[in-house]
């Protein structure tokens, strides 16, 4: 299908090796797909017009791998790269499958599983930096309670800050230049998983040693989960410069971890999110962290690779046509009028003294209708098709 919303490189487009490679299992059953090569999902996202794929430590080489058999598959994922044109932006490690994780990682009570984590963690940057991956993703899925008398949730935060702490050095002396972004999750598979939300994230970096190496990948699916305003905390992340990567795919508010196609659910909220990131400029990759249907075989799973691109695309051209509708832009136009760009400035006893003395008749602008109805029933028509 060649198109208009056709993915091409420059849009940036990467996915999981985990998500394509999602074989369907969950709580209640078994796989329902059979395992694709690393090899295979590279060539099947390049053809597709993606730009890359990110991994997991143990989603390209097994725990326990001999150092000659890692290297031949390093080699081998490496080659299907360069033939493909395809990138590995971020990398990340599997803190979470192995039992060794059931009581978390960085903040498990037992100082060996953290060590362990530790070092699984610098092995995992080694290949990331092997593969070109300029981000780091930490996702902490096991660290959190079922039982909160077993820690102090301090102890929790101070153990993960020892960890990103001694990593970022392992960073800087290996001279990687990797950044990291810190992935927040309210819950699942931990009863409470510590630092929820991306606004957790943010106020714990500026805790750390090096605040600047550090930002957030959020990820639409968790914030959506506590019923969060997703758009909002991306926006509260690229406002300070702490957008380091990001996590799109498709949620209903109040239920378990669903990690749906982009675009799939709340198409208004999707759509203020791309034309976020794209109004600002954002020149970080796409990514897609999400899988198919557990009704799917592996076409259905190409279909929901596409499907994710598909519908970023036709939302980026929503965006475009939102910006340039007349009726739409007259409306923003008279709430500009009345903002007043340099209304307060800094602090001064005059300008304290000025506000108060200011006039104004606070019941006519009490009264003063806003036009919102309008504006979101013409944003609601350009999305439905019809502007
Ligand atoms: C999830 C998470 C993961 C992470 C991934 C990278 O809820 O399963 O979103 O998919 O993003 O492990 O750290
Ligand atoms: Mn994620
Ligand atoms: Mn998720």
Known sequence: MTDFYQPRLEDRFTFGLWTVGNRGRDPFGEAVRPALSPVRIVEKLAALGAYGVNLHDND??????????RDRMVREFKQALDDHNMKVPMATTNLFYHPIFKDGAFTANDQAVRKYAMRKTMDAIDLGHE??????????????????????????????????????????????????ALEAKPNEPRGDIYLPTTGSMLAF?????????????????HETMPGLNFHHAVAQALECGKLFHIDLNGQKPGKYDQDLRFGSEDQKGCFFLVKLLEDSG??????????????????????FARGCMRTYNILKEKARRFNADPEIQ?????IRATDGADWLGSYSRERAERLRSDSIDIEQHALRGLHYEKLDQLTTELLLGIR
């Open 282 to 303: 954002w020149d970080g990759p796409r990514h897609f962290d999400a899988h198919a249907y557990r009704t799917e075989d592996e076409e259905g799973v190409w279909d």
């Open 60 to 69: 390209l080489i097994p725990i326990g791998a001999a150092p000659a058999q």
């Open 205 to 221: 970096i500026e805790t750390l040693e090096h605040p600047e190496m550090v930002g957030v990948n959020p990820e639409y699916a």
């Open 131 to 180: 593969l070109g991956a300029g981000v780091y993703v930490f996702w902490g899925g096991r660290e959190g309670t079922e039982v909160d008398a077993c820690r102090d949730p301090r102890d929790a935060i101070k153990r993960f800050r020892e960890c990103l702490n001694f990593l970022c050095e392992y960073v800087v002396d290996n001279g990687y230049g990797m950044r990291f």
């Open 330 to 334: 007259g409306i923003l136009a008279g």
